[in-house]
T-cell receptor, first 112, second 113 residues
Framework: NAGVTQTPKFQVLKTGQSMTLQCAQD?????MYWYRQDPGMGLRLIYY???????DKGEVPNGYNVSRLNKREFSLRLESAAPSQTSVYFC???????????FGEGSRLTVL | GENVEQHPSTLSVQEGDSAVIKCTYS??????FPWYKQELGKGPQLIID?????GEKKDQRIAVTLNKTAKHFSLHITETQPEDSAVYFC????????????FGGGTRLMVKP
């Protein structure tokens, strides 16, 4: 069992470039999430998908889009990257009702 | 919405000592309070959680206490070991918020051998 797998692990972009972060889980979880982690600010929810076919905004959705491709995969897209989007991004998944989130190992993004 | 404050931001203890991390929350409807541990280069991992119908929960060397009246909860680690060194996050959620977690800012715990 790989758990939650994120790609890429590292990426450097120039301002205005676009990219997609990929996430896949093999635990048959219904819900998936994208968080960003910045120093001193904990983890902030960008978007989530409570179940296949649905997506909703979290606390900091501006500048991002998501796609729940199927039950396993949930991608995060930056259409026009900005330096303020320099961060570590985490994908997570959970079953409905348990509360426990299972996180990937993170994707470190730098926007110059 | 919910706001979770976590203190201290860094904590250094000697191996064998106890460590305490405190969190306060703002939404009185919050009813689930997990703690996550993040090791260097890894994603956070759940280590213990507590629900609002319980005041204290223990799991070996770690314990969590909850005071709903004061809206604060704490993580206690006893007999600390070097492998306890990590960043710890508290979080809170409520059914009203769709069970979405709001995280505190994190505490970097360093255990000196």
């Amino acid at each position: 069992n790989a758990g939650v797998t994120q790609t890429p692990k590292f990426q450097v972009l120039k301002t205005g470039q676009s990219m997609t972060l990929q996430c896949a889980q093999d635990m048959n979880h219904n819900s998936m999430y994208w968080y960003r982690q910045d120093p001193g600010m904990g983890l902030r929810l960008i978007y989530y998908s409570a179940s296949e076919g649905t997506t909703d905004k979290g606390e900091v959705p501006n500048g991002y889009n998501v796609s729940r491709l199927n039950k396993r995969e949930f991608s995060l897209r930056l259409e026009s990257a900005a330096p303020s989007q320099t961060s570590v991004y985490f994908c997570a998944s959970s079953t409905i009702g348990t509360g426990e989130l299972f996180f990937g190992e993170g994707s470190r993004l730098t926007v110059l | 919405g919910e706001n979770v404050e976590q203190h201290p931001s860094t904590l250094s203890v000697q191996e064998g000592d106890s460590a305490v991390i405190k969190c306060t929350y703002s939404d009185s409807a919050s009813n689930y309070f997990p703690w996550y541990k993040q090791e260097l280069g890894k994603g956070p991992q759940l280590i213990i959680d507590i629900r609002s119908n319980v005041g204290e929960k223990k799991d070996q060397r770690i314990a969590v206490t909850l005071n709903k009246t004061a809206k604060h909860f704490s993580l206690h680690i006893t007999e600390t070991q070097p492998e306890d060194s990590a960043v710890y996050f508290c979080a809170a959620s409520s059914n009203n918020a769709g069970n979405m977690l709001t995280f505190g800012g994190g505490t970097r715990l360093m255990v000196k051998p």
